[in-house]
């Protein structure tokens, strides 16, 4: 499992151009709010673009006044990462960047998001899943990112924004919700749920409540995928296992006789469509592919490796940009003008960390490796945690005025031992 995101990589000279008109595409001459004219600056890096540090400013305009500090004048690293396979403390492998490419902010982050994924495929790396937040499956289109992602193999885990939650389409009659497809007798209750839980109009347990029931009502493959990703689906009343009973659907006579989820007949469509009355509909590996991932949107399992996920991209970024070590976030250690320049320098800062993480993680499997080896197999008697002789014995010039051997009161041999050095 990777994670992929990116970070801000600032450039040596501060100094961008004017702010850049959305609709023009042009440098603005004029401030839009005061009207004042923008003044012409000689700008060093002519390659580079502003980054902004909050998504509401990711415009790609650029700051209006030159106190805007919400703006970095530089580039985008996009770097994948290593994630661990589970939240367990004790890592498999260790962390570190496995793709790197480096853009301007704002551009191509679909490209550049290929051209890494790509990268660790050509260099024998089997393909797995691929972590991301929202600024990428769940706001860039499918021809670009999710179809060659998906060619090469890639599953995805995203997070959704708001206005993908809920009914998104589906197929044959089907309705698909958050990356899955639903029985269209599906009630609205559930196929709402994560939209009433972000508008707070239902409270956590019933959201969690609501998540569970509806997948009852999933659609389910009939056989595995073939050689070109196409695998046909059935509705859940149908066949030997249905795991929901329907008005319009018989059920199997090898069906089991358990308690089931009823579809109510105010939900039933008026005209049923072919998921409703074929035995099944063929799904191909384009469809629904937008919102589509690995696990159910907030389950357990999506829950625990998304958040792993961003959490290990988050880490990598800080540890990187340690101003004790790689200090990747001063562009004072890049002193060099280029874009190609400044893609080396940094992929070079980038295997520095990689070096320390390795290193780092074969440390602390050798000292976990010798605490559970009892002390007769490796020679040794016990070993007891004692202070030093000078504190032991009082000598020590960072408490010169340890008073008292004995409290006030104290039964005799009730010696005290003198304060540790601090």
């Not at 508008?199 to 997948?215: F, G, M, N, Q």
Request: charged fraction near 25%; aromatic fraction near 6%; hydrophobic fraction near 30%.
């Amino acid at each position: 499992m990777i994670g992929i995101d990116q970070t801000t990589i600032a450039a040596t000279s501060p100094r961008g151009r004017a702010p850049i008109d959305p609709k023009t595409g042009m440098e603005r001459r004029f401030n839009p709010k005061t009207k004042k004219e923008y003044k012409d600056k000689l700008v060093i890096e002519t390659d580079a673009g502003w980054n902004a540090k909050s998504p509401e400013k990711r415009d790609g305009s650029g700051p209006e006044n030159q106190k805007d500090t919400e703006y970095v004048w530089g580039w985008a690293g996009n770097v994948a990462v290593l994630v661990p396979n589970s939240r367990s403390t004790q890592s498999e492998f260790a962390n570190i960047a496995i793709g790197f490419s480096m853009s301007m902010p704002g551009h191509h982050l679909a490209r550049d998001t290929v051209a890494v994924a790509q990268s660790i495929v050509d260099r024998g790396y089997t393909p797995g899943t691929i972590v991301a937040d929202r600024e990428y499956f769940a706001n860039l289109l499918p021809e670009t990112l999710h179809v060659p992602i998906k060619k090469m193999g890639f599953d995805v885990i995203t997070d959704y924004q708001v206005t993908r939650m809920g009914v998104r389409g589906g197929k044959a009659g089907s309705i698909q919700v958050e990356g899955r497809q639903y029985c269209a007798g599906t009630g609205k209750d559930l196929l709402n749920a994560s939209n009433d839980a972000a508008a707070h109009k239902i409270d956590e347990e019933t959201y969690r409540t609501r998540l569970e029931e509806r997948t009852a009502f999933e659609l389910r493959p009939k056989e595995r995928p073939d050689k070109r990703g196409h695998v046909p689906m059935m509705c859940p009343a149908a066949g030997p296992n249905p795991t929901v009973t329907c008005p319009i659907r018989k059920i199997h006579p090898k069906a089991p006789g358990k308690v089931r989820p009823t579809v109510q007949d105010k939900n039933v469509p008026e005209a049923p469509d072919l998921i409703c009355t074929q035995g099944t509909v063929d799904f191909g590996p384009a469809d629904g592919i937008r919102d589509a991932q690995l696990f159910r949107y907030q389950s357990k399992e999506w829950s625990d490796a998304y958040r792993v996920g961003r959490n290990t991209d988050e880490s990598f970024h800080a540890y990187v940009k340690s101003k004790g070590h790689e200090a990747l976030d001063v562009p004072a250690r890049r002193r060099i003008r280029g874009f190609a320049a400044q893609q080396v320098l940094t992929t070079i800062l980038l295997v520095s960390a990689n070096i320390r993480k390795i290193i780092q993680f074969l440390t602390d499997r050798a000292t976990r490796a010798s605490q559970d080896k009892p002390a007769a197999a490796t020679g040794m008697g016990p070993v007891r945690a004692t202070t030093r002789r000078r504190d032991r014995e009082g000598h020590s010039n960072y408490k010169a005025k340890w008073p008292l051997k004995v409290l006030p009161g104290a039964p005799d041999g009730s010696e005290l031992d003198p304060p540790l050095r601090t």
